[in-house]
């Protein structure tokens, strides 16, 4: 079957790091997407990852291993606006979502 | 640019009725994809349209049917309202063109029309 998983909940503090882990196991695979989306409203494109690796993008980087089925959105110096939800997805013959991450900034 | 686009915003329907929501995709996509997103949930794939045509359906019952016009707009109809069909309802677009960054067939999402069924 298709199942993506990531933590349902996590607390970072300004200006911290955080790692926002995902695992997926799916029939096929055809890239990786992470999206943020603030709560009642639509989720935004922050990254796509096809091949093994990290990929650098301003504050955000996201990380994929195919073999292990695994992927990772890194957000440094974080900032209150980033508090939101983070989506998984996996592209197999159609997007996969994950159910999202909700991420908490502490001042 | 505009983006993508839905409309309405907001909708409110009782049981057993039927719905329409409409749907402009970003300009130079040519495929609209439906997500269905429950409070608390991530989205989840109700179908997609390429050339006019269903190219791809997700778990969705067929009261769930959609439309693709020729100037690639969408619109995603539902039958015999239920109460669980409560949902914010997106609207993706998205083009094959490879040539194009940040990645094949990337997602962008309009702002959605949040459905409540009394």
């Known amino acids: 079957g298709q199942n993506i998983d990531q933590p349902t909940e996590m607390t970072a503090t300004e200006g911290a790091i955080v790692q926002i882990n995902c695992t997926y196991q799916?029939?096929?695979?055809?890239?990786l997407f992470w999206y943020q989306q603030h709560a009642g409203e639509a989720p935004t494109f922050l990254s796509y990852n096809v091949l093994d690796g990290l990929e650098e993008k301003g504050r955000f980087s996201s990380f994929l291993s195919r073999s292990k089925g695994y992927s990772y959105l890194l957000l440094k110096e974080l900032q209150m606006k980033d508090s939101a939800s983070y989506l998984c997805a996996v592209r197999d013959d159609k997007i996969i979502f994950g159910k999202g991450t909700r991420l908490h900034i502490l001042p | 640019d505009a983006g993508v686009t839905q409309s309405p915003t907001h909708l409110i329907k009782t049981r057993g009725q039927q719905v329409t929501l409409r749907c402009s995709p970003k300009?130079?996509?040519?495929?609209v994809s439906w997500y269905q997103q429950a409070l608390g949930q991530g989205p989840q794939f109700i179908f997609q349209y390429y050339e006019e045509e269903e190219r791809q359906r997700g778990n969705f019952p067929d009261r769930f049917s959609g439309h693709q016009f020729p100037n690639y707009s969408s619109e995603l109809n539902v039958n015999a309202l239920l109460l669980g069909d409560s949902a914010l309802y997106l609207c993706a677009s998205s083009t094959d063109r490879v040539d194009l960054y940040p990645a094949q067939e990337t997602q962008y999402f309009g702002p959605g029309t949040r459905l409540l069924v009394l």
């Open positions: 799916t029939s096929g695979f055809n890239g």
């Open positions: 300009s130079g996509h040519d495929t």
